[in-house]
């Protein structure tokens, strides 16, 4: 036996993980195994990470056939009931369906609300959905730490489809877009305001763009909205030479336009299925999601260097007087780091 696989690791109640086993269980479909197995790749603890790499490992065989959207959208977009809709619709074509919710954290004390399942009620009692809200914490790009791990995790429990609700649109919103498929941008009705709202650059990585709430009142300042949308994007070089992205209109609340949206998330797949299609984009990915393990790494090895921790505050304080560029200080770190010269 692989001595790798059948080390064991504390959970948070104070038993033991056997990783071995717990990745089989994921893998029945144990949605209680599931939950655990999210818990253990979320962890920040060293000896969780080890272990966390591991129950990795041993499901990557099992993902990669799920279908990865991510969806983003402007604070009070609808984005849950949005999902809520879009997931009740897939479920009923007998998809099962994994929504991997980011929740926004206090960036002073850390705290998260963790709200997405009481916001999409109705799909979180669907045995064929399973949601997972976590905190962004203190983490750019609108996806939580281990947001990609979790994905893979709930692939290999057999999940049809993941859709990876963020934070919200700002010009770090778009690391999403380094893990899924699809990058669907959800708007409101509103037209030219709304247009001027949105960063070109988040503009520039939808494949698809959804007006919501395209219902009653709001159903004529939809399709205006809608069609200033086309025109901007008509305006911007498409990313793919196959693919070029589309905007749709949707009522979450009516279940109104989740089909044709699925359409079009058939019809992407399609165009992107030769060499140069997803399969070549994930693969840009995971090498992607490499370096930010490298850069992730380094930092926490730089920040325990005993001889960069003594430093550190004394450069910090000299940048903050400016008596140091932060350049300067931060080569002098550096040179630290790697033995170039001494402290004191």
Request: cysteine-free; hydrophobic content about 40%; proline content about 4%.
């Amino acid at each position: 036996m692989d001595e790798s696989v059948s080390k064991k690791a504390p959970e948070p109640n104070g038993k033991e993980t056997d990783v071995k086993a717990l990745a089989a269980q994921v893998v029945a479909g144990d949605r209680r195994a599931l939950a655990r197995a999210i818990t253990l790749v979320e962890s920040t603890r060293t000896d969780h990470r080890e272990q966390a790499e591991q129950l990795t490992e041993q499901l990557l065989t099992h993902t990669g056939s799920a279908v990865r959207l991510g969806i983003s959208g402007t604070p009070g977009v609808g984005k849950s009931t949005f999902i809520e809709a879009f997931g009740s619709y897939l479920t009923d074509q007998d998809l099962k369906v994994a929504v991997l919710a980011v929740d926004p954290s206090s960036q002073r004390s850390g705290g998260s609300i963790l709200g997405d399942k009481t916001r999409m009620a109705e799909l979180a009692r669907n045995p064929n959905a399973f949601i997972r809200p976590s905190p962004a914490g203190r983490t750019l790009g609108g996806v939580a730490r281990r947001t990609r791990e979790a994905m893979l995790v709930v692939e290999a429990a057999g999940y049809d489809v993941v859709l990876v609700e963020t934070v919200g649109v700002g010009q770090s919103e778009t690391a999403v877009d380094n893990m899924v498929d699809l990058f669907l941008l959800l708007i409101a009705p509103g037209g030219g305001d709304e247009l001027q709202g949105i960063k070109r650059g988040i503009m520039e990585l939808a494949d698809l763009v959804v007006v919501n709430k395209a219902d009653g009142d709001l159903l004529a300042p939809a399709k205006r909205a809608a069609a200033e949308y086309k025109g901007a994007l008509g305006l911007i070089r498409p990313r793919h030479p196959d693919w070029r992205p589309d905007v749709l209109l949707a009522s979450s609340l009516r279940n109104e336009g989740m089909d044709a949206i699925w359409q079009i998330v058939g019809a992407y797949r399609e165009a992107l299925a030769g060499p140069d299609g997803i399969a070549t984009r994930r693969a840009r990915q995971a090498t992607a999601w490499m370096w930010d393990e490298i850069r992730e790494g380094l930092l926490a090895v730089l920040k325990d260097h005993a001889e960069v921790r003594a430093a550190l505050a004394e450069y910090e304080d000299a940048v903050t007087r400016g008596e140091m560029t932060p350049e300067g200080a931060a080569r002098r770190v550096l040179e630290i780091f790697r033995g170039e010269i001494t402290q004191g």
